[in-house]
């Protein structure tokens, strides 16, 4: 992949999300991974990933649809491109990512492009509670989650 048109949005992402204590990812407005942060790259490991694991270049894309018989991995997908294509500037959604271990949720949120950069921005936080409640009673009440508004807000 090119790096030219990319080199400061990489430069400007790991400034602000490099250690962001979600895992968050700068995207192509292909789906392309550019760049991931040191959260991604340690929850990556953490979870099996071998250590010589490449993300970047790798078409998040296509990793939702081989997960697509998940409803959550339809619905990121759907929301991703509806992002790339400028058909909505933000998305976000609550998912369950269990391990053998322990019942873990997650919030994905996905941000339209950074200024003067063919990118966009995304993020998956760990949810534990929110409003005092647990994430599965959240999730059945369908409550937002606002700590990142108007984080990423570039158009302001």
């Known amino acids: 992949m090119p790096a030219e048109p990319f080199s400061s949005s990489i430069q400007l992402f790991q ?6 204590p979600a895992h968050a990812a700068l995207l192509d407005l292909s789906g392309r991974i550019i760049s991931v942060n040191k959260s991604w790259l340690t929850f990556g490991r953490q979870n099996g990933l071998a250590e010589d694991y490449e993300f970047e270049s790798k078409d998040y894309i296509e990793i939702c649809e081989r997960a697509s018989q998940s409803h959550y991995a339809v619905e990121a997908m759907i929301g ?3 992002v790339l294509n400028d058909a909505r500037p933000t998305f976000t959604m609550v998912y369950p990512c269990h391990s053998p271990t322990e019942q873990r949720w997650f919030r994905l949120w996905v941000e339209s492009q950074m200024p003067q950069s063919p990118s966009i921005i995304m993020a998956h936080s760990r949810l534990e509670r929110f409003a005092g409640r647990t994430i599965k009673e959240d999730v059945a009440a369908n409550v937002p989650d606002t700590r990142f508004e108007g984080l990423m807000n570039w158009r302001a």
Do not use: K, V
């Open 80 to 82: 991703l491109l509806q």
């Open 15 to 20: 400034r602000l999300f490099g250690t962001f």
